[in-house]
């Protein structure tokens, strides 16, 4: 964030003073309401009876997990000491400097929650040619936790015992083979 600053003055009546024509108007309606001296603004706000506003860049929101998201409004929306002791047990059990300014920068200028990714699961398959009416695909089956059996069918199958993550796909060494990403959405 950086930390330049914009001003503007602003009447007791809600409108800006417009730097161009030098009296006040509605926002919408002043074609110059800021200014970027600090020293400026005041003295025009001495001088028009008016008051100094600040404009600071939005400062950017923290990703935050929503386990985090949750002890941080606890911690915000804290009625009793307990509450607060619980949300500093939170932030000292990781002892890493890191999150805790993290975490410290998400309260200050506020946070954004990240959902766990969800892992792609993919249809694993060979395409094995086939005769006049068609051609076979040889696809991949969960036939119980470790053991892939193989069936051979006219057209790709969906179901839940066909699919597999990439981490699933490594370690039964499915590698080889083409994959199809599918959704929930696919069936």
Known sequence: MSEEKMYAVKNDDGKYCDCEYEKFLPLSDAYCPAIVIEDNAKAIARDSGGHVVTFVEEPKKVVVSPEEAKN????????????????????????????????????????????????????????????????????????????????????????????????????????????KAVTDDDD
Do not use: M
């Open 72 to 179: 941080i409004d606890a911690l915000i929306n804290a009625k009793s000491y307990q509450q607060v002791i619980a949300f500093a047990t939170f932030i000292f059990n990781h002892k890493n400097s890191k999150f805790v300014k993290r975490i410290l920068k998400a309260i200050t200028n506020g946070y954004t929650i990240t959902l766990p990714a969800v892992d792609t699961k993919y249809l694993v398959y060979e395409n094995i040619g086939g005769n006049t009416h068609g051609k076979l695909v040889l696809q991949a089956r969960w036939d119980h936790p470790n053991h892939v059996f193989w069936n051979v069918s006219s057209q790709l199958l969906n179901g839940e015992e066909y699919r597999f993550t990439q981490e699933e796909i490594k370690r039964l060494k499915l590698k080889k083979y083409e994959t």
